[in-house]
């Protein structure tokens, strides 16, 4: 089981009450701990909050690859091993996105548009906190070149217009 | 000329009658809790047991689909929905709403995507009860943007 996925598993009852036995959830805890000790997850991946952890002034871009997408309510998030600086080692960053609904209607996404294997460069608004992940904003397939945009500010401001 | 004085007599006494009476009194509610308390308490854990029951992982090794697969994990869910879309009423209370205008809106949207939920969850129809999950995202969010501001809290340089 992959990290991301031990984060999830952890956090939905519907995986703890049958797909996880108690040796394997102590050692999945141990990972967890591990991880957020290293400060991969600084924010619950599938928890519904607002957006003021990001900070929407700066943009950051990494380069790397897809390990996990989280086709998930009430936010998508998706898992990169990647770089800011090309050479440097790479890391594992948490990307956030809008509702699976959201990114469907305005940012022109599919369940499958973005899959873990996928060479990616994506930019994003950091986590105020320096932790890695951010808000996603835009997400670029490099080997295909489509481009897939994510920006939660505008595509959940959208919400408003479609309410009236 | 009589029968005008008299009409105009008693429909003066029929308004002043009027004035005199004692509204209507206000229904036996109990809405002591603030509207944080039934954000975190009531709403949220019902969303979050909608949002958790249906979701499609992607790995290198491949996509795992989560999704209720006993009778008491359909319960489970349904009771979420059933309470979402209750406690959406208790948004409008007097007391609590906030106006009559978009917080009615937003509220009733709210109870209208807990009803899909309900309702997809009655065919078993996972995608179904996922789209109708990212409507309730909607609702929860236009509503906050709008009345709960949080950008304007965040920490500014």
């Known amino acids: 089981m992959t990290l991301a996925a031990t984060v999830f598993r952890l956090n939905n009852p519907f995986f703890l009450n049958h797909e996880m036995n108690p040796m394997k959830t102590i050692t999945n805890l141990f990972k967890l701990a591990l991880f957020i000790a290293i400060g991969v997850v600084p924010f619950a991946v599938n928890a519904h909050h607002s957006t003021t952890m990001f900070d929407r002034t700066q943009v950051v871009t990494i380069t790397g690859v897809v390990k996990e997408v989280q086709w998930t309510n009430p936010h998508v998030a998706i898992f990169v091993s990647g770089a800011v600086k090309e050479g440097d080692e790479p890391s594992l960053w948490l990307m956030e996105m809008t509702s699976p609904g959201n990114l469907i209607r305005v940012g022109g996404w599919s369940r499958t548009a973005v899959k873990a294997g996928d060479k990616v460069v994506v930019e994003f608004f950091p986590l105020r906190n320096g932790g890695k992940g951010g808000a996603l904003k835009k997400i670029t397939e490099t080997q295909t070149g489509k481009v897939y945009t994510a920006d939660i500010f505008a595509q959940e401001n959208a919400n408003l217009e479609q309410s009236k | 000329m009589k029968k005008k004085t008299f009409i105009l007599f ?16 206000k229904p036996p509610f109990n809405a002591s809790l603030t509207l944080p308390q039934l954000m975190d308490w009531v709403l949220d854990p019902a969303a979050d047991g909608i949002w958790d029951a249906v979701a499609w992982i992607s790995t290198t090794k491949g996509e795992k689909v989560i999704a209720p697969h006993t009778e008491a994990q359909w319960d489970a869910l349904r009771n979420s929905a059933a309470t979402l879309m209750e406690a959406s009423n208790l948004l409008m209370l007097e007391g609590r709403a906030k106006d009559n205008g978009p917080w009615m809106t937003y509220s009733r949207r709210l109870s209208k995507a807990a009803e899909k939920t309900l309702n997809a969850i009655a065919t078993k129809d ?4 996922f789209d109708a999950g990212s409507e309730i995202d909607s609702a929860c969010e236009a509503c906050h943007i709008q009345y709960a501001k949080f950008d304007q809290k965040a920490p500014q340089k």
């Open chain 2, 10 to 25: 008693f429909s003066l006494l029929a308004l002043l009658g009027c004035e005199k009476s004692e509204p209507p009194p």
């Open chain 2, 126 to 129: 996972t995608q179904a009860i």
